[in-house]
């Protein structure tokens, strides 16, 4: 692949910058938004090295330790948009992420892909990112439209309902346009990397099924 020099990767950025002075002249939150940009970076340089010395060691326990680590952020960062101490529903968000992206991590891992050795690392690790990620964005939204529902007035049942209706809006959402609108990030990088497209579809087949049954 090709490496981009980085006076050409500072030229993504001006987009950001552009954004961030719009955040600014609407009067609102501009200094997070720069936090979370910052932090990003850093985050993304930190990970390009653990993701390395991960990938070099291809240990099991070393796996464990990172999913589980991912896991436990993914939690606490889901909990985010609700109002209710963090502390109060962290176990609930952790359950429901194992029992929601765990089990499809293994289907996937160990009767799909069938991975060997089970713990490889260089297809476990991005993988269980994608599954947790899209079950932390899928508690977020369910999360916060469910107490905004019951804040209204909503009875429970209804608000239930409502509140997984909005967790699955940008899930069905990505199934209609994908192939059509866009490209998910996996069959993109495979393509660059000189995949040939059949074989990168049968692992967007896959992705795809991983995603919806995740949340």
């Excluded at 970076?41 to 680590?69: C, D, M, P």
Aim: net charge positive; aromatic share 10%.
């Amino acid at each position: 692949m090709q490496t981009i020099p980085l006076e050409n990767l500072a030229l993504a950025f001006i987009p950001v910058i552009i954004v961030i002075m719009v955040i600014w002249r609407w009067q609102l939150d501009y200094k997070h938004s720069i936090y979370a940009i910052f932090r990003m970076l850093i985050q993304l340089l930190l990970i390009g090295y653990v993701l390395t010395y991960i990938f070099k060691a291809n240990s099991n326990y070393i796996v464990i330790t990172g999913l589980s680590l991912m896991l436990g952020v993914a939690s606490w960062i889901a909990l985010r948009t609700i109002s209710l101490p963090r502390k109060t529903l962290y176990f609930s968000s952790i359950s429901a992420i194992v029992l929601g992206g765990g089990g499809v991590l293994l289907l996937i891992t160990q009767w799909v892909l069938v991975l060997s050795p089970w713990y490889s690392a260089t297809m476990m690790i991005p993988l269980a990112g994608m599954i947790f990620a899209n079950c932390m964005n899928s508690i977020s939204l369910a999360g916060e439209r469910l107490e905004a529902e019951i804040n209204n007035g909503s009875p429970y049942d209804k608000a239930k309902m409502i509140a997984l209706r909005t967790a699955l809006i940008p899930i069905i959402n990505s199934l209609l346009a994908v192939g059509l609108v866009s490209l998910p990030g996996m069959m993109t990088g495979q393509i660059l990397s000189g995949v040939p497209p059949l074989i990168v579809v049968s692992y967007l087949f896959m992705v795809i099924g991983m995603i919806l049954c995740s949340p």
